[in-house]
């Protein structure tokens, strides 16, 4: 099977930008999370989505939000940037999103913002 | 609220020596614990789970309840060994819904 697939794999923005990012899960994988990589802070988890529902969220403004589409891709959007979101956002999916489910990882998308 | 806790951001070991990295939790509930591993410029990828009681690429994991914690052994690095490792816990929500929490990482440098 392909793996978890994220574009874009590099993004530069600027402060006040918007941007969006895009996760595609191992097919059949009916639930997608998403995660804010750092240095500093290591994987924060950002929110999860299974069958176009978000069932769970981690601590992060409203700023950042997602969606889930019919097909099980997703989306991560972050709105008005600002400089510490400049990290490395990783989508992970898996068959069902229970709590001994293996998480599938993509390669991240890169974002900048300057 | 979970946390995970990974003390050591660097642990350098000579080849052939034992390794401990170490993890602890906090978490009131039956947890789920896993180590995911992170070669580089590899992706992150599932190294072993408490629940599968495995050892795999020689590393093993034994969870603590008493103490909290779920350290990986492995009696004799090898150069391959070097990347980076994150515990992460996994818990159910009340909708019997998955959220993971990872630890902030140890980077693991295996010297030859």
């Known amino acids: 099977k392909a793996g978890v697939t994220q574009t874009p794999r590099y993004l530069i923005k600027t402060r006040g930008q918007q941007v969006t990012l895009s996760c595609s899960p191992i097919?059949?994988?009916?639930?997608v999370s998403w995660y804010q990589q750092t240095p500093g802070q290591g994987l924060q988890f950002l929110f999860e989505?299974?069958?176009?529902?978000?069932?769970n969220k981690g601590n992060f403004p409203g700023r950042f939000s997602g969606r889930q589409f019919s097909n099980s891709r997703s989306e991560m959007n972050v709105s008005t940037l600002e400089l510490g979101d400049s990290a490395l956002y990783l989508c992970?999916?898996?068959?069902?999103?229970?709590?001994?489910?293996?998480?599938?990882f993509g390669p991240g998308t890169r974002l900048t913002v300057l | 609220a979970q946390r995970v806790t990974q003390p050591e951001k660097l642990l350098s070991v000579f080849k052939g020596a034992p390794v401990e990295l170490k993890c602890n939790y906090s978490?009131?509930?039956?947890?789920?614990l896993f180590w995911y591993v992170q070669y580089s410029r590899q992706r992150l990828q599932l190294l072993l789970r408490?629940?599968s009681r495995e050892s795999i690429k020689g590393f093993t994991a034994d969870l603590n309840k008493g103490e909290t914690s779920f350290h990986l052994k492995k009696p004799f690095a090898q150069e391959e060994d070097s990347a980076m490792y994150y515990c992460?816990?996994?818990?159910?929500?009340?909708?019997?819904?998955?959220?993971?929490?990872f630890g902030t990482g140890t980077k693991l440098q295996v010297i030859p």
């Open positions: 992970a999916s898996s068959p069902a999103g229970t709590s001994f489910n293996e998480q599938f």
């Open positions: 097919s059949g994988h009916r639930s």
């Open positions: 989505y299974f069958s176009e529902t978000q069932r």
């Open positions: 978490y009131s509930g039956s947890p789920e």
């Open positions: 408490h629940i």
């Open positions: 992460a816990l996994s818990v159910s929500n009340s909708g019997g819904y998955q959220k993971v929490t």
